[in-house]
């Protein structure tokens, strides 16, 4: 494959999480299935979103609640991006992780295994993950650039951008 047209749907695929990044969730609990086998959520319907959420469930890449929503509107959270990243690059490999704030019996242990052993994650300076937290999007692209192994290219980059800090 042509470097520059993988660089291409590389970008593309970044693109398109940050600017979903608001509307999905990926999470350990169950989703309604309907009897032909597509997962449905009582909350997606009409929703600008539905046709990427439906097709991302399909594929297995998120998942919704127990009680069959998806809630698209909401936040997502740090280990829910991960665990996102982990479904769609077929990450794998596991590493021990002692975070302070983060349980073995966590549904999303396992995935910050993953996240660690592929360096795509460090935690913060006080030893914590904070799984919970909203992701921001410096954050889930600076998991991105990590995961692709993209150079760090400076600020002048990113100056261009209303919100840059």
Same mark, same amino acid.
């Given at each position: 494959? *042509? @470097?520059?047209?993988?660089? $291409? ?24 299935? $309907? ?16 046709? =990427? ?22 936040? @997502? =959270?740090?280990? +829910?991006?991960? !665990?996102?990243? /982990?479904? $769609?690059? *077929? ?12 349980? #073995? ?12 052993? !592929? /360096? ?13 937290? $909203?992701? =921001?999007?410096? +954050?889930?692209? #600076?998991? @991105? !650039? ?5 150079? +760090? ?13």
């Amino acid at each position: 494959m *042509n @470097v520059r047209i993988r660089f $291409s749907k590389v970008l593309s695929l970044i693109i398109s999480i940050l600017m979903l990044m608001p509307v999905f969730s990926v999470n350990g609990y169950a989703t309604t299935v $309907s009897s032909v086998g597509i997962m449905q959520f009582s909350d997606v319907d009409g929703h600008w979103a539905e046709t =990427t959420i439906n097709a991302w469930a399909k594929k297995g890449l998120i998942s919704g609640y127990t009680d069959g929503t998806f809630r698209p509107n909401n936040s @997502v =959270t740090r280990v +829910e991006f991960l !665990a996102f990243i /982990n479904k $769609s690059f *077929n990450l794998t490999q596991t590493t021990d992780i002692n975070f302070k704030d983060v349980k #073995s019996t966590d549904w999303f242990y396992n995935d910050l295994r993953i996240a660690k052993a !592929a /360096n795509i994650i460090d935690g913060y300076e006080d030893n914590t993950m904070r799984p919970n937290n $909203s992701i =921001t999007r410096e +954050e889930a692209a #600076s998991i @991105v !650039a990590r995961l692709l192994n993209l150079k +760090e290219s400076g600020p002048d980059l990113l100056i261009k951008f209303k919100d840059f800090s």
